[in-house]
């Protein structure tokens, strides 16, 4: 974030632009979440956007989210905080603790580790399975045409409740391909939520209708 980045300032041209896009699409802009990815950014950053009335954010690592979220959240009850990176198994307790929402469910041993801690903890997140739309070899997320069998599993045999999908598409492919994919498997799997677009394409989301976008620098500038 440089000198002259106002986090606040920029936050309200997302939201207009978010709002725009969606009345474009002939949706109500309330339908689509806009989170706020403060990965990198301090206490110094957030701040702001926090008193411009901002309460979805989200964060990539668990530990990083655990050195500057509970802090935050005491003088915030009402923010939710959601996992939008990867998520190792042996942090799946500090990130059932810590955040109302993960979005990259993307193996059984994650969705049976989840399973196990919110069963501990007496808790329930909202879920996302990631779906690697670009069938990526490098990229986390389930395949595709493996989506169907591994909710199943999620939901007959773990008890779990998904709430929906999630997707990066690559990052040299129309992301718009990509969008509608997503948008037409969460509909033939009755699945209401999708999280995808991020800063460059976050419009072009909301058109395909996602439900969250994931916004990181443009509200909180270069990292």
Known sequence: MTDTH??????????????????EAGRDPASVHLIAVSKTFGRDAILPVLEAGQRLFGENRVQE???KWPELRALYADLELHLIGPLQ?????????????????????????IADEQQRQGKRLKLFIEVNTGEEPQKAGIVPKETAA????????????????????????EAAVHFA?????????????LSMGMSSDF????????????????????R
Do not use: Q, W
Request: glycine share 8%; proline share 5%.
């Open 6 to 23: 106002s986090p606040a300032a920029a936050l309200a041209g997302v939201k207009a632009r978010l709002d725009a896009a969606a009345r």
């Open 65 to 67: 989210a655990k050195a």
């Open 150 to 173: 591994f909710l199943t599993h999620c939901r007959r045999d773990l008890g779990l409740e998904i709430s929906g999908l999630m997707c990066i598409p690559p990052v040299e492919e």
């Open 181 to 193: 994919f997503l948008a037409k498997l969460a509909g033939d799997l009755g699945l209401p939520e």
């Open 89 to 113: 198994s042996n942090k799946t307790r500090e990130a059932v603790e810590l955040f109302d929402a993960i979005h990259t469910i993307d193996r059984p041993k994650i969705a049976k580790a």
């Open 203 to 222: 419009e072009t989301a909301a058109s395909f209708g996602a439900t969250y976008v994931r916004v990181g620098s443009a509200i909180f500038g270069a």
